[in-house]
């Protein structure tokens, strides 16, 4: 899939590339950082998907749509988010009264990777499926 | 309580020019000028679980902003049907600010009345569910379900997206 004219599927340069190489796992590592240590700190569940969402949009910034589009399609993002919301479904129906690793460690990492998805997915809807760009598809 | 009311003043006045400016990028930058403003006031307030979380979600909302609309021109139309505007306006206005003056009457004043469960969740937390942060041991522990009705919504939203994004949806005319 290769369009003419259209700069934005080759990226930034190639300086912006190599920091985003070394920078993408802090990010992450940041991310899940925060969604395990809610329970001593301030943080949780949704601010550290929120930037887990942040470092994918930062890959799809840098090296552009194809990437981006690849990591969505991808069916371990639809197994490992299914896998969370049915872990998170049955932690909160069978109502375990373990406190520390089930509530405190789990819950947050489901939720971190629900609030991941969802707001990367919505940019992607967003951003890269407009009208301008499906045009460009079909005049190709 | 100085700084509340001066961060209230400005979300005020950037939320206006967000609104009046003719540009679309500055009203963009305006509007996250408002979300900078919520961050703090959630930090004076002593809330900083939601000013981490508003932080987040106002730059990834910047972001998805700045690149959603930053080649396109909304064509924006004031002519015509000024008068009806202008009536619905000011009837609005009015029905918000009647609204407002009687459910304002009625609200406490900030942490007056402690109420029963507030006090049972400030006591009780720590020693039951062995977490420091008590709002993520009443989010995750006490309102588990709650939480878990919001995760759904979240989810439905993704599902959408995958749905309207696959390969032989986008193939299709």
């Keep these: 899939m290769k369009r003419m004219g259209n700069t934005e599927d080759r990226g930034m340069t190639l300086i912006i590339k190599t920091v985003t190489r070394i920078t993408l796992g802090f990010i992450l590592l940041y991310g899940i950082y925060i969604a395990v240590s809610g329970h001593v700190e301030p943080g949780g569940g949704f601010a550290g998907g929120v930037i887990v969402a942040l470092s994918l949009v930062h890959v799809m910034l840098a090296f552009g ?17 299914g896998l969370s919301t049915l872990v998170f479904l049955t932690i909160v129906v069978l109502g ?3 406190r520390g690793l089930v509530s405190e460690i789990i ?3 489901c939720q971190a990777v629900i609030t991941a998805s969802a707001l990367f997915a919505i940019f992607v809807a967003l951003v890269l499926l407009s009208k301008k760009d499906r045009d460009a598809e079909e005049g190709k | 309580m100085i700084e509340i009311h001066l961060i209230l ?6 939320a206006v020019i967000a609104v009046e400016v003719k540009d679309l990028l500055s009203s963009i930058i305006a509007v996250g000028g408002v979300g900078i403003g919520l961050c703090m006031a959630f930090l004076v307030l002593k809330a900083p679980d939601l000013a981490i979380m508003q932080l987040v979600v106002e730059i990834l909302s910047l972001i998805i902003l700045i690149r959603a609309t930053i080649r396109k021109d ?5 002519s015509g049907r000024w008068v009806f505007n202008t009536t619905s306006t000011v009837i609005f206005l009015a029905v918000f600010l ?6 304002l009457k009625t609200v406490h004043q900030f942490g007056s009345p402690e109420m029963r469960v507030l006090r049972t969740y400030l006591e009780e937390a720590f020693p039951l569910t062995g977490s420091l ?13 709650d939480t878990l009705g919001e995760a759904t919504a ?8 995958l749905a309207i994004a696959r390969k032989s949806a986008r193939r299709k005319e």
């Design chain 1, 65 to 81: 749509k194809e990437a981006a589009l690849n990591r969505l399609h991808a069916s371990g993002l639809r197994v490992i988010l």
């Design chain 1, 96 to 98: 375990f009264r373990c």
């Design chain 1, 107 to 109: 819950i947050p990492i």
């Design chain 2, 9 to 14: 003043l400005f979300m005020i006045a950037a």
């Design chain 2, 74 to 78: 909304v064509p924006f139309s004031v």
């Design chain 2, 98 to 103: 009647f609204a407002a003056y009687i459910a």
């Design chain 2, 133 to 145: 942060n008590i709002v993520e041991a009443i989010a995750i522990n006490f309102r588990a379900i």
């Design chain 2, 154 to 161: 979240i989810f439905a939203a993704v599902i959408g997206v």
